[in-house]
């Protein structure tokens, strides 16, 4: 009987204890039983947002996406077999032997989700897939992952920059990523816990992936890869440094294309020089020489301090406190007009006819055709160049500054000066970027939020545009290889020393450019051409000029600009 009593108490207190866990499971604290539940068996699967595609003006990709494969690891099932297929992997896919081991093992407890590879191409995938299957291997899948590919190589790379593995890591990609990204989605369901199938009819869910937005540029494609053709011959040819080209719309400001030479192939980012993978043209400062003439001649001008058929005297050298300031050619005094100082590219003579301007009246001039500031195109890392204050710049300094030394630029924000000229004196800030779209520090760059600023009047730029034609005049001019047949051509030289790398005066080499626009008295589009460090004897004229010539005829073909057949400039140079 006693054993009957015992025995009725026993199963008493564990059928309480029973009850009791019953209670907590489905009356206390249900939810979190039930998640940690299906935890054990769920299965999270990223789903990879379509990167948006960088585009050309006419709408032709710059920069894709193209099919590709992510490995994915199950550790539940590839654990035990993982030294011998991460040897395979890691053979097959040309990838780390060790990091493919930790995966396949699983990087956390429990994981049943892990990456091998990312990126990987569709059909290599595909045919790695098929062998690990057909020697028996499980637990390997296959999800898509796209990969950014960049169809034309290295045209207009230093601008669209590269991805990394996870982040883009440069140019365009970089600066308007929250646009181009996207957002990834994610797919969960329920597998069991051996093998990792999916269970049917249990509950799944669904976040599906936000492709990025496309990103339009000004850029002409074909013109990209023409001008940087032509500039990378011409750096070969004359063994320069480096070199970069630009390519306007005279009157929208749109940049149709922007080279930079050297450069590199955004599909194989790795493989170049790390000083090659941005825009020396944006980056870059450098001293522009003789092309500043022009913006000193047409300020002039507009202040009614000269004009085109003033005659000046000018001497061999011209003394100016402790410095001697010489002209490029040997000469004795000549006598020379505002018309024959540009198309001689005499420093002695503008110095002469800068006289006119005090340094803070040059400066102003020179701020409003965009000088010593940023264009802010949208380019990372942009330099604004260096423009002493005019409170601050001295009579000497002013002399150099006024002949394109003593100040530093970028090609870009050269090009528009040059630009502002062609365009009867309004500046119109120059575009990379169709429409609008926000940078990663917030500003909204493009087309539809370009600026248009009257610099000078419209008859100090015409002024200055017939002067500028008598620079590529064959009898008057420093620069008759400029021409672009059929075409009147209005542009100027540009010839100075550079900078030494400790920024402590000069290294012996030069910087020559060309900046122009055609048709002279129609201007449809500028162009600009700098050519760092050659190393052969020449200037701007006859390094940069035929650059030049090239690529404005090109363009001009292209997009069917007739000529205008007016009359050339007929403006004395001599007196």
């Given at each position: 009987?006693?054993?009957?009593?015992?025995?009725?108490?026993?199963?008493?207190?564990?059928?309480?204890?029973?009850?009791?866990?019953?209670?907590q499971?489905?009356?206390?604290?249900?939810?979190?039983?039930?998640v940690?539940?299906?935890?054990?068996?769920?299965?999270?699967?990223?789903?990879?947002?379509?990167?948006g595609?960088?585009?050309?003006?006419?709408?032709?990709?710059?920069?894709?996406?193209?099919?590709?494969?992510?490995?994915?690891?199950?550790?539940?099932?590839?654990?035990?077999?993982?030294?011998?297929?991460?040897?395979?992997?890691?053979?097959?896919l040309?990838?780390?032997y060790?990091?493919?081991?930790?995966?396949?093992?699983?990087?956390?407890?429990?994981?049943?989700?892990?990456?091998?590879?990312?990126?990987?191409?569709?059909?290599?995938?595909t045919?790695?897939?098929?062998?690990l299957?057909?020697?028996?291997?499980?637990?390997?899948s296959?999800?898509?992952?796209?990969?950014?590919?960049?169809?034309?190589?290295d045209?207009?790379?230093?601008?669209?920059?590269?991805?990394?593995?996870d982040?883009?890591?440069?140019?365009?990609?970089r600066?308007?990523?929250?646009?181009?990204?996207?957002?990834?989605?994610?797919?969960?369901?329920?597998?069991?816990?051996?093998?990792?199938?999916?269970?049917?009819?249990?509950?799944?869910?669904?976040?599906?992936?936000?492709?990025?937005?496309?990103?339009?540029?000004?850029?002409d494609?074909d013109?990209?890869?023409?001008?940087?053709?032509?500039?990378?011959?011409a750096?070969?040819?004359?063994?320069?440094?480096?070199?970069?080209?630009?390519?306007?719309?005279?009157?929208?400001?749109?940049?149709?294309?922007?080279?930079?030479?050297?450069?590199?192939?955004?599909?194989?980012?790795?493989?170049?020089d790390?000083?090659?993978?941005?825009?020396?043209?944006?980056?870059?400062?450098?001293?522009?020489?003789?092309?500043?003439?022009?913006?000193?001649?047409?300020?002039?001008?507009?202040?009614?301090?000269a004009?085109?058929?003033?005659?000046?005297?000018?001497?061999?050298?011209?003394?100016?406190?402790?410095?001697?300031?010489?002209?490029?050619?040997?000469?004795?005094?000549?006598?020379?007009?505002?018309?024959?100082?540009?198309?001689?590219?005499s420093?002695?003579?503008?110095?002469?006819?800068?006289?006119?301007?005090?340094?803070?009246?040059?400066?102003e001039?020179?701020?409003?055709?965009?000088?010593?500031?940023?264009?802010?195109?949208?380019?990372?890392?942009?330099?604004?160049?260096?423009?002493?204050?005019?409170?601050?710049?001295?009579?000497?300094?002013?002399?150099?500054?006024?002949?394109g030394?003593?100040?530093?630029?970028?090609?870009?924000?050269?090009?528009?000066?040059?630009?502002?000229?062609?365009?009867?004196?309004?500046?119109?800030?120059?575009?990379?970027?169709?429409?609008?779209?926000?940078?990663?520090?917030?500003?909204?760059?493009?087309?539809?939020?370009?600026?248009?600023?009257?610099?000078?009047?419209?008859?100090?730029?015409?002024?200055t545009?017939?002067?500028?034609?008598?620079?590529?005049?064959?009898?008057?001019?420093?620069?008759?290889?400029?021409?672009?047949?059929?075409?009147?051509?209005?542009?100027?030289?540009?010839?100075?020393?550079?900078?030494?790398?400790?920024?402590?005066?000069?290294?012996?080499s030069?910087?020559v450019?060309?900046?122009?626009?055609?048709?002279?008295?129609?201007?449809?589009?500028?162009?600009y051409?700098?050519?760092h460090?050659?190393?052969?004897?020449?200037?701007?004229?006859s390094?940069?000029?035929?650059?030049?010539?090239?690529?404005?005829?090109?363009?001009?073909?292209?997009?069917?600009?007739?000529?205008?057949?007016?009359?050339?400039?007929?403006?004395?140079?001599?007196?």
């Open positions: 009987m006693v054993r009957l009593r015992v025995g009725f108490l026993l199963i008493a207190m564990v059928l309480s204890f029973f009850c009791a866990r019953l209670v499971l489905q009356g206390v604290d249900p939810g979190s039983y039930a940690r539940a299906a935890a054990e068996g769920a299965v999270r699967v990223p789903l990879v947002a379509e990167r595609d960088i585009l050309d003006r006419n709408g032709v990709p710059l920069a894709d996406s193209i099919k590709g494969k992510m490995v994915i690891a199950d550790p539940a099932l590839t654990a035990d077999e993982a030294p011998e297929l991460a040897r395979l992997l890691s053979e097959r040309s990838i780390d060790f990091r493919t081991l930790t995966a396949l093992r699983g990087r956390k407890e429990g994981s049943r989700y892990e990456y091998v590879a990312r990126r990987v191409p569709s059909t290599l995938a045919d790695t897939l098929a062998e299957d057909d020697a028996g291997f499980e637990g390997i296959l999800q898509d992952d796209p990969i950014r590919d960049y169809p034309a190589g045209v207009a790379a230093n601008l669209l920059g590269y991805m990394g593995t982040e883009p890591l440069g140019g365009f990609e600066t308007f990523d929250e646009q181009l990204a996207g957002v990834d989605g994610e797919a969960t369901w329920q597998s069991n816990s051996g093998k990792g199938v999916r269970i049917p009819l249990r509950e799944s869910t669904l976040r599906a992936a936000r492709n990025g937005a496309a990103l339009r540029t000004t850029l494609r013109l990209q890869w023409f001008t940087q053709r032509v500039l990378a011959q750096v070969q040819q004359y063994r320069a440094e480096s070199g970069a080209a630009v390519v306007m719309d005279t009157r929208t400001g749109e940049i149709l294309a922007l080279a930079d030479v050297p450069t590199f192939d955004a599909n194989e980012p790795t493989d170049a790390e000083d090659d993978l941005g825009s020396r043209a944006l980056n870059d400062t450098y001293e522009p020489g003789s092309v500043q003439k022009v913006l000193t001649a047409a300020s002039l001008i507009d202040a009614g301090k004009f085109p058929r003033q005659r000046f005297k000018v001497p061999p050298n011209l003394a100016r406190q402790d410095r001697v300031i010489g002209d490029w050619f040997d000469h004795g005094t000549i006598r020379l007009t505002l018309a024959g100082i540009i198309a001689k590219s420093n002695i003579g503008t110095v002469l006819a800068a006289d006119a301007f005090s340094p803070v009246q040059l400066v001039y020179l701020q409003r055709f965009g000088l010593g500031r940023t264009t802010d195109i949208g380019v990372r890392g942009e330099t604004p160049g260096i423009l002493t204050p005019g409170e601050a710049m001295t009579s000497q300094t002013k002399d150099r500054v006024a002949f030394q003593s100040l530093s630029v970028n090609v870009v924000q050269m090009a528009a000066a040059v630009n502002t000229i062609a365009n009867g004196g309004v500046r119109v800030s120059p575009s990379v970027i169709a429409g609008s779209a926000v940078t990663d520090d917030g500003t909204t760059v493009g087309t539809d939020v370009a600026t248009r600023t009257r610099v000078v009047s419209r008859q100090a730029a015409r002024a545009a017939r002067m500028m034609e008598k620079v590529v005049d064959p009898e008057d001019g420093v620069a008759p290889g400029a021409q672009v047949p059929g075409y009147l051509v209005a542009g100027k030289t540009g010839t100075a020393q550079r900078v030494a790398p400790d920024g402590i005066g000069y290294d012996g030069t910087t450019s060309f900046g122009g626009f055609a048709p002279a008295d129609d201007a449809r589009f500028t162009v051409v700098v050519v460090a050659p190393r052969v004897d020449g200037g701007g004229g390094i940069a000029g035929p650059v030049f010539s090239r690529i404005m005829g090109y363009v001009l073909g292209r997009y069917g600009v007739e000529p205008t057949d007016g009359p050339p400039s007929r403006l004395p140079v001599e007196w």
